[in-house]
């Protein structure tokens, strides 16, 4: 790390709770409502993982959303998407679906059976008031068209959203500019990765172990650490011992009122009344 290579440090450490979602699915929720306003524009972050089936076969069945995006990333297994808008898709092992829900839709994300395993991440990312209600929108990005690199210390980062060194991720956002890399360290490393400033950022442990900062603060196995947002740090130092792999994800704050009630994310209590009654009168 370079003399202008200042770190930003962690903040706090978080461990995820445990939670039961959608038609049963066991999860462990890790960016809870409590951090909504810390962690701005992100709202909640969930990983998913199990060898047993019956943790998850059930999936989700149709529900709602409005006013925020999903991000599913899959590591292993699949997941079928159907919603209101006449769309489906089938996410495969290290792919991305990214979905605007927009002026709002109902979907359904259900796993499809593939060696029994399935472990992935679902990332809520709020829109800014004036997106709100455009039109729903999604993509599936397989896992073949995630531009992927190297770093000279041995690293492997797959590059999901934002840019890195001038090179652009699968999925780019104006309005919150999120990174979203998928970073695996080989042992005994250390490595640097810029952050925009200002951007508040996080970074979720999936696997192993790391050190985060010049404090060297360990962060284990699911485990999320919040990194400081001050104006002097340009990334975060990150060190292993051994082999590790943890999502770090930053985005531009959106500084405005949040007002949820479960699937609906919007800025007044007002527009979560509306969004009920369009949604209890079939018009998603």
């Known amino acids: 790390m370079s003399k202008q290579a200042i770190s930003r440090e962690v903040e706090g450490l978080v461990n995820g709770m445990e939670v039961s ?8 929720r890790v960016l809870t409502h409590d951090l909504q306003r810390r962690l701005d524009p992100f709202l909640m972050l969930d990983e998913f993982r199990s060898d047993n089936p019956d943790d998850y076969i059930a999936g989700f069945p149709d529900h709602p959303h409005r006013g925020f995006e999903t991000v599913t990333y899959m590591l292993d297994g699949r997941m079928r998407h159907r919603d209101s808008t006449g769309q489906e898709g089938l996410l495969g092992p290290g792919g991305v679906q990214w979905m605007t829900a927009g002026r709002g839709l109902v979907h359904s994300e259900i796993p499809e059976q593939q060696d029994g395993l399935m472990h992935g991440f679902q990332l809520w990312v709020n829109l800014p008031a004036k997106n709100k209600m455009i039109d729903p929108w999604y993509r599936d990005i397989p896992s073949a068209e995630i531009p992927e690199r190297d770093t000279a210390a041995g690293s492997h980062l797959r590059l999901i959203a934002g840019c890195v060194d001038n090179q652009p991720a699968a999925i780019q956002r104006l ?8 970073v695996h360290l080989a042992g005994g490393q250390s490595e640097f990765f810029a952050i925009p400033a200002g951007h508040n950022a996080f970074l979720y442990v999936y696997q192993g172990e790391v050190q985060a900062g010049s404090h060297e603060q360990v962060v284990r196995q699911r485990q999320m650490a919040i990194l400081t947002n001050d104006g002097a740090a340009s990334g975060i130092r990150v060190d292993s011992v051994q082999p590790a792999r943890f999502l770090l994800l930053a985005g531009k704050p959106l500084n ?5 009630w479960g699937p609906f994310v919007m800025n007044t209590r007002a527009e979560l009344d ?5 949604f209890r009168n079939g018009r998603f």
């Open 256 to 260: 405005e009122p949040i007002a949820q």
């Open 175 to 182: 309005d919150t500019e999120p990174l979203y890399l998928d």
């Open 274 to 278: 509306a969004a009920a009654d369009d």
């Open 21 to 28: 979602d959608g038609a049963g699915v066991r999860l462990l």
